[in-house]
């Protein structure tokens, strides 16, 4: 099956999902290992680039490289391992303007890269990009 960015936008803003936000599973883990690796796979070495020309593919490759790792691999290194591009996207979204074109809600996940960032500037951005 083909995935597009609007299907894993649908899914992790699902009512679903999203009550699961900061309170994960095991079960939900594994469910987003099986429906998203391959695809995670694909993101993390650049098949999936073409998805920055729009603010919904860059949103989507976003939650893919940023969020979904941390679920797919809890508690292994590995959940951090695509981190740097999820940043990467995300000022690529910014400098086209992305971030004014998607609401509040998918924004504060567009920006959340940088608070995960283990970089201190990353970090001070992230306070003055919320803030704004």
């Avoid at 989507?60 to 969020?67: G, T, Y």
Wanted: charged content about 30%; proline content about 4%; hydrophobic content about 40%.
């Amino acid at each position: 099956m083909k995935i597009a960015p609007r299907d894993i936008i649908d899914y992790w803003y699902s009512d679903r999902i999203r009550a699961c936000w900061f309170s994960s599973t095991p079960e939900l883990d594994r469910e987003i290992y099986n429906q998203f690796a391959q695809i995670w796979r694909d993101a993390s070495e650049g098949r999936l680039d073409g998805w920055c020309d729009t603010p919904e593919g860059c949103l989507a490759l976003v939650i893919l490289l940023d969020q979904f790792p941390r679920n797919m691999f809890r508690g292994k290194a590995k959940s951090f391992s695509t981190g740097t591009q999820a940043i990467a996207i995300v000022r690529l979204a910014i400098k086209r303007g992305f971030d004014k074109k998607i609401d509040a809600e998918q924004l504060s996940f567009l920006y959340l890269p940088f608070m995960h960032s283990e970089n201190e500037a990353d970090q001070e951005y992230s306070v003055k990009l919320f803030k704004e």
